[in-house]
């Protein structure tokens, strides 16, 4: 297949570059404990300096795959999918989105809602960062606002990216890992004084799974 071939197929959707892809238990958020297939993108322009997955970033050092393949693997090991990445919304996610749901799968996306939004989307969780804020039209979609805490004026950015979401949209707290004994009871003390907040830890690294 030549490059631009692959272009073509790239910009369908139909091909993806995928760093991983992987059956485990959901570690954050609302789903926490929930068997999930993470298909993990390549790519993301971002730049969060805490990331920890900075290998995902540069989507040349990813494999380019078959999404018809990777939606047939998923969806034989698990009916919920999680799409990540990296930002899984710099591609087109339209095909593969499809084909999970014609395969019975509910999808969930992370995603720091930088990028347009693209297929069939079940569960949004919106990650915004400082460095690339989310589009307007996802705040309004999303299922949960995961506000990543490393210093003390994060607190102050949660609230402004919480006032722009649904009322329906459930609001976490979490720690950026390096800094979670510094910062979770600096957290627990926010939501005891603004209980519509809640604590999101990332148990899958406690529970050494991926």
């Known amino acids: 297949m030549t490059k631009e071939e692959e272009n073509i197929l790239l910009k369908e959707g139909k091909m993806l570059p995928v760093m991983e892809h992987f059956y485990t ?33 540069n989507p040349d050092l990813h494999p380019l795959l078959n999404a018809e393949e990777i939606a047939q693997t998923a969806a034989k090991n698990c009916k919920t999918i999680v799409l990540t990445g990296g930002e899984p919304l710099m591609w087109n996610l339209q095909f593969l989105t499809a084909r999970l749901k014609e395969l019975g799968c509910t999808i969930h996306i992370e995603t720091s809602g930088a990028y347009e939004m693209s ?20 705040y309004e979609r999303a299922s949960e606002l995961k506000m990543i805490i490393f210093n003390n004026n994060d607190f102050k950015f949660a609230e402004e990216q919480a006032a722009k979401v649904s009322e329906n949209c459930v609001l ?8 979670r004994n510094e910062m979770y009871p600096k957290i627990t003390d926010y939501i005891l004084a603004n209980p519509k907040w809640q604590a999101s830890v990332q148990t899958h690294k406690y529970l050494n799974i991926p």
């Not at 929930?34 to 730049?47: E, M, N, P, S, T």
């Not at 297929?119 to 996802?138: F, R």
């Not at 976490?172 to 800094?179: R, T």
């Open 25 to 57: 238990i959901q570690g954050e958020g609302a789903h926490t404990g929930k068997a999930a297939y993470f298909i993990r993108l390549g790519g993301c322009d971002v730049g969060c300096h805490w990331c920890d997955v900075k290998e995902s970033w």
């Open 119 to 138: 297929g069939h989307l079940d569960w949004i969780t919106l990650s915004p960062k400082k460095t690339g804020l989310p589009k307007p039209a996802i």
């Open 172 to 179: 976490y707290l979490q720690s950026e890992w390096s800094k």
